[in-house]
């Protein structure tokens, strides 16, 4: 564990890579600056820890894999999103800073051992679009679920059926435990069914995975959205978007945001249609 300054990220996760880290866990800390949770085998600890600046003071915690894991859960925290608050259940309201009106909808999320507790900036970008387009969207896919966390927020918006699939089972066991947890289960359908299994159109097609992934689905995304609705794809880098667009012909870009990433370029997300 090394807590660094934000500019300092890439540098220390990077070392922590090359001691031979098998994941590398980003965490925002209240007062500025991350903190930096590596797996890493007992006999490559030393080396990791000579690796990094002294100055960076690590700490070794003997754990399991699940401890590492799940030692973002203490600084988890609920974000806004318009009128979505995403929480997750173990900090329920109310929250010092965080007013919440009658408008609001509050969606707790437990990622469990999946990707997705809302505040990640590919997740955000993409429940701003899902905030904008639920309703008029009534069917909504979701490609690459991860927690379940954009499905849920986009039934507990109104949508009357969300397929969410993911090709890693404790993803779709936690989207399913999330959407009964708040209430949808009966609105979202979450299996582990590969795209190019899924039949149906769509209204709202959803993708937020990185660049390669997006780019192999690309035709199959396009095949499943219903005229007149609209492609969200996120997890692409500045550099990546043409190749993504590309992909995803013959749908045409309708509009695009960004949000700063831990590398020098910015996370992109874009919303499509068909001409
Ligand atoms: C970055 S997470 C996104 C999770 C959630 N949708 C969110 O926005 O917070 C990407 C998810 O895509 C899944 N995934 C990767 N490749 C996939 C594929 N070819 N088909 C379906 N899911 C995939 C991963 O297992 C992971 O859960």
Same mark, same amino acid.
């Given at each position: 564990v090394v *807590?660094?300054?934000?500019s300092e990220v890439d540098e220390a996760s990077g =070392?922590?890579?090359?001691?031979?880290? *098998?994941?590398?866990?980003?965490?925002?800390?209240?007062g500025g600056g991350v903190r930096l949770v590596a797996g890493i085998a007992p006999a490559d600890e030393a080396a990791a820890v000579d690796a990094l600046e002294p100055r960076w003071r690590?700490?070794? =915690? *003997? !754990?399991? @894999?699940? !401890? +590492?894991?799940?030692? +973002?859960? $203490?600084?988890a925290h609920p974000i806004r999103v318009g009128p979505v608050v995403v929480h997750p259940p173990w900090q329920p309201p109310p929250w010092p800073g965080l007013e919440v009106g009658t408008g609001d909808t509050v969606v707790p999320i437990d990622p469990g051992g999946a990707f997705g507790h809302g505040d990640h900036p590919t997740t955000r970008m993409?429940?701003?679009?899902?905030?904008?387009?639920? $309703?008029?969207?009534?069917?909504? =896919?979701? &490609?690459?679920?991860?927690?379940? %966390?954009?499905? %849920?927020? /986009?039934?507990?918006? !109104?949508?009357?059926?969300?397929?969410?699939?993911?090709?890693?089972?404790?993803?779709?066991?936690?989207?399913?435990?999330?959407?009964?947890?708040?209430?949808?289960?009966?609105?979202?359908?979450?299996? !582990?069914?590969?795209?190019?299994? &899924? @039949?149906?159109?769509?209204?709202?097609?959803? /993708?937020?995975?990185l660049a390669p992934t997006l780019i192999e689905l690309g035709p199959a995304l396009s095949a499943r959205l219903a005229p007149g609705g609209h492609l969200v794809v996120s997890g692409m880098l500045a550099s990546q978007v043409d190749q993504v667009i590309a992909a995803c012909a013959p749908l045409r870009v309708v509009s695009r945001t960004q949000a700063a990433s831990a590398v020098a370029e910015p996370w992109v997300a874009c919303t499509l249609a068909h001409p």
């Amino acid at each position: 564990v090394v *807590d660094v300054a934000a500019s300092e990220v890439d540098e220390a996760s990077g =070392l922590l890579w090359a001691a031979g880290a *098998d994941g590398v866990a980003e965490i925002e800390l209240p007062g500025g600056g991350v903190r930096l949770v590596a797996g890493i085998a007992p006999a490559d600890e030393a080396a990791a820890v000579d690796a990094l600046e002294p100055r960076w003071r690590p700490e070794t =915690l *003997d !754990g399991h @894999h699940d !401890g +590492w894991l799940d030692a +973002w859960r $203490p600084f988890a925290h609920p974000i806004r999103v318009g009128p979505v608050v995403v929480h997750p259940p173990w900090q329920p309201p109310p929250w010092p800073g965080l007013e919440v009106g009658t408008g609001d909808t509050v969606v707790p999320i437990d990622p469990g051992g999946a990707f997705g507790h809302g505040d990640h900036p590919t997740t955000r970008m993409v429940l701003a679009a899902v905030v904008d387009r639920v $309703p008029p969207a009534r069917r909504v =896919l979701d &490609v690459g679920c991860g927690s379940g %966390v954009l499905s %849920v927020v /986009a039934a507990r918006l !109104g949508a009357e059926h969300v397929r969410a699939i993911d090709v890693d089972e404790a993803a779709v066991s936690a989207t399913a435990t999330n959407a009964e947890a708040n209430g949808v289960a009966d609105r979202v359908q979450a299996d !582990g069914t590969a795209l190019g299994d &899924v @039949h149906e159109t769509y209204e709202l097609v959803l /993708a937020n995975v990185l660049a390669p992934t997006l780019i192999e689905l690309g035709p199959a995304l396009s095949a499943r959205l219903a005229p007149g609705g609209h492609l969200v794809v996120s997890g692409m880098l500045a550099s990546q978007v043409d190749q993504v667009i590309a992909a995803c012909a013959p749908l045409r870009v309708v509009s695009r945001t960004q949000a700063a990433s831990a590398v020098a370029e910015p996370w992109v997300a874009c919303t499509l249609a068909h001409p």
